[in-house]
């Protein structure tokens, strides 16, 4: 089963979720998954950020860049309604 079925599934399943303290466990769940992920995505001290930077460069030089207008068309093709 690939991952957009079991989306899906689970999104069925929420709609039909009665047990608020269930519904709860749940928000928690995406709550820490959020903050879970912009924590793996933040550099924790100076060597860190340096590594990303460096990175960043390196992206820079090597043409892996997007205009303001392609991120904006690539986030609304993503998450239009």
């Known amino acids: 089963m ?3 079925v079991k989306k899906i ?3 069925k399943w929420l709609a039909r979720l009665q047990d608020e303290k269930l519904i709860h466990r749940v928000e ?3 709550a820490s998954s959020i903050k879970e992920a912009h924590a793996s995505r933040t550099p924790k001290n100076i060597k860190d950020l340096e590594v990303k930077l460096k ?3 390196q992206d820079i030089e090597a043409g ?4 303001q207008e392609e991120v904006e068309k690539i986030l ?3 998450f239009a309604d």
């Open 28 to 30: 928690a769940l995406r």
């Open 64 to 67: 892996r860049v997007h205009t």
């Open 55 to 57: 990175r960043s460069k």
């Open 2 to 4: 690939n991952v957009a």
């Open 76 to 78: 609304k093709a993503r």
């Open 9 to 11: 599934e689970l999104i």
